[in-house]
C-alpha cells in the first residue's frame, strides 16, 4: 500500500510563500506521474502541477510562473514552491501519484492565503 503524506500547508499573507511536502512510502521513480492537485470549498479537484517519469512538467495556466514542482529522490518526496500567492490559491492541496492504472492519494494540506 502507498502511503503520501502532505506538509508544509498553512496561513501566507497574499503574495507570500509556502513550500509544500509530499513524502512517499515507496522509491518515487516508480511512479509513472506524481502531481499536486488542489480543491477549493465548493469547487471540483484541480490540477495544479505534474510531472512524469521522463521528467516532463505539466502546470495550471493559473499558477504557472508562481509555483514549481521538484522532486529529491534520496528523500522519496515531491515538493510544491509556491510563490506569489494569492486568495484564489487557498485550497486543500493533494499529493498524487499514479502507476500501473492505480491511483494514491495523500490526506491533503491546507493553504489559506488572506490578508
Known amino acids: 500500500q502507498v502511503l503520501l503524506v502532505e506538509s508544509g500547508g498553512g496561513w501566507v499573507q497574499p503574495g507570500g510563500s509556502l513550500r509544500l511536502s509530499c513524502e512517499s512510502s515507496?522509491?518515487?521513480?516508480?511512479?509513472?506521474?506524481m502531481a499536486w492537485y488542489r480543491q477549493a470549498p465548493g469547487n471540483q479537484r484541480e490540477l495544479v502541477a505534474s510531472?512524469?517519469?521522463?521528467?516532463?512538467?505539466n502546470y495550471a495556466d493559473s499558477v504557472k510562473g508562481r509555483f514549481t514542482m521538484f522532486s529529491i529522490s534520496d528523500k522519496n518526496a515531491l515538493y510544491l514552491q509556491m510563490n506569489g500567492l494569492k486568495p484564489e490559491d487557498t485550497a486543500l492541496y493533494y499529493c498524487n501519484a499514479q502507476k500501473w492504472g492505480e491511483y494514491y492519494w495523500g490526506q491533503g494540506t491546507q493553504v489559506i492565503v488572506s490578508s
Open positions: 515507496e522509491t518515487i521513480f516508480t511512479f509513472h506521474t
Open positions: 510531472i512524469t517519469t521522463g521528467g516532463t512538467t
